[in-house]
């Protein structure tokens, strides 16, 4: 029997890794395939004048590549658009619904497409809204429809496929689910962040920060760690 897939769709290597790697963890222990698309080459996160962009992204391709390894993914596909300027434009839909139907996952996790106002520290970053919003223009319709991107369906043979559940990434007021994890699937998820070296300037505060988070995120169905989704079951 074909293992079930869950994809997680992210703008930047680390983006996962941040929001829902417990939940990965524990759907790749549960015997899941857990695919990550990341859609930018990750050239622009850093503070660092002397690195250069091309340097920057080999080095966070192979940081994702090694997280990867610790969560036990299936495969992590760089789309490769420029980080900085993603837009939620055709082309990225369609590199999405590629994937989507080359994968057929049950389960999409993806960022928020949308602004939250009600944040008053943290503005967001725009490449996280447009990966959501190409990811979900793509779950529905394109991946679904064949005569969406159609040489998908005619010349690359893929099948549509409908994915059952999207799982947005979400710690505001618009989350209305939480997926109880493990202690073990927390700190899998911990180490794994930790392969963000140059994302991490303080590996020792990220870990606590997110064993922390999780915990107080499993406060809100009695469950010793959670992480936080807003859940869409289609029909
Ligand atoms: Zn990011």
């Known amino acids: ?39 930018t080459d990750g050239s622009k996160g850093t ?31 760089f789309l490769n658009y420029p980080d900085g300027y993603l837009e939620p434009s055709l082309d990225v839909r369609k590199d999405i619904s ?25 503005l967001g970053h725009p490449d996280h809204f447009a990966a959501g919003e190409a990811t979900l223009s793509a779950v529905f319709p394109s991946a679904r429809d064949h005569l969406t991107f159609p040489d998908l369906f005619g010349k690359e043979n893929l099948e549509p496929h409908k994915v059952k559940e999207v ?3 979400t710690y505001g007021e618009t989350a209305d689910f939480w997926n109880p994890v493990s202690e ?6 911990i180490e ?9 300037p303080d590996p020792q ?19 010793d760690f959670a992480e936080s989704f807003k859940r869409f079951i289609m029909n």
């Not at 250069?52 to 969560?71: I, W």
């Open 1 to 39: 029997m074909e293992k079930k897939c869950m994809m997680v769709v992210t703008a930047h290597p680390d983006d996962a890794d941040f929001g829902c790697s417990a939940s990965v963890a524990k759907f790749s222990r549960e015997g899941w395939d857990v695919v990550y698309v990341i859609c």
């Open 47 to 77: 503070e660092d004048r002397n690195i250069k962009p091309k340097e920057l992204s080999k080095m966070r391709y192979d940081e994702q590549k090694n997280s990867g390894k610790v969560l036990g993914l299936r495969d992590v596909v």
């Open 98 to 122: 590629r994937q989507i139907r080359i994968w057929k996952p049950e389960i999409l996790i993806t960022t928020n497409p949308t602004r939250d106002l009600n944040n008053s520290t943290y």
């Open 167 to 169: 799982w947005i990434m």
């Open 184 to 189: 073990i699937d927390v700190d899998t998820s």
């Open 192 to 200: 794994a962040l930790l392969k963000h070296v140059s994302q991490i």
């Open 205 to 223: 505060g990220a870990a606590s920060w997110m064993k922390k988070r999780r915990q107080n995120l499993g406060g809100n169905i009695d469950s």
